[in-house]
């Protein structure tokens, strides 16, 4: 590999930038794609998004020859909305499956570095941690304090993002409530069937472990479809 194409992509992964590193098959030739920012021929920049998108590499047709795709995406990215019983063990199993976990919650009481070793652990109000966290289409949301002035703020920001799960704990009671919130506060329909509420397979989860692997189970149901 080109020593200036090893370094960019030591660089893109570095500043968690997305990137595919296509390979000509007949010669070797290699570049670096960054849709939807490069200035290449559609059907390569069509591919190259296909690819990003299902996170694995492939072999193409291309005019001037075969071309080999090979994703680099940035980190999974999991937003923990709530310092409490479940987010403990649900950081951990997110931190296992390769994400990278963020523990959202004003309280400090709650969102401490003895009960989240080695978890970021943002005290800001959800709103203001959302805008600076700025979900992706790489990212999973779940909220789970049950107390409206931390989950709403969150999931509306949240469904305002490409975040490709969204989360809310509490009965189906308790969601029927969030949505008309939710509805009340602007947020449409479709918008709000995003929310998988009552949060977690149904598993038949009692303990805070258990309820954080159905959600963990979800969550990669949901990625991986």
């Known amino acids: ?3 200036h194409i090893l370094k960019k992509l030591v660089d893109d992964r570095a500043e968690k930038r997305a990137v595919v590193l296509a390979t000509r098959l007949t010669d070797g030739i290699q570049k670096l794609l960054y849709p939807p920012e490069i200035k290449e021929e559609k059907w390569l920049i069509e591919v190259a998004s296909e690819v990003l998108a299902s996170d694995k590499g492939r072999v193409v047709e291309g005019p001037d020859g ?5 994703p680099f995406n940035p980190p999974l990215r999991l937003i923990l909305v709530g310092a409490v019983h479940i987010a403990q063990p649900l950081a951990r199993m997110g931190a296992l499956s390769g994400y990278d976990v963020t523990v959202v919650d004003p309280r400090t009481s709650f969102a401490s570095a003895e009960r989240f070793p080695d978890i970021h652990l943002l005290t800001d109000w959800p709103d203001e941690a959302m805008a600076a966290l700025a979900p992706d289409a790489r990212t999973a949301v779940v909220t789970l304090t049950h107390d409206p002035k931390l989950d709403d703020p969150a999931l509306q920001a949240a469904l305002r993002s490409s ?4 989360g809310a704990l509490g009965s189906k009671k308790t969601h029927a409530a969030r949505v008309a919130r ?3 506060a602007g947020i449409g329909e479709q918008d709000n069937a995003r929310i998988h509420g009552p949060v977690g397979l149904a598993i038949g989860a009692k303990s805070p472990a258990e309820i954080a692997i159905s959600i963990m189970a979800q969550i990669t149901e949901t990625l991986r479809k």
């Open 182 to 184: 939710l509805t009340e």
């Open 163 to 166: 975040a490709f799960y969204i």
């Open 1 to 3: 590999m080109d020593a």
């Open 66 to 70: 075969d071309w080999f795709l090979n």
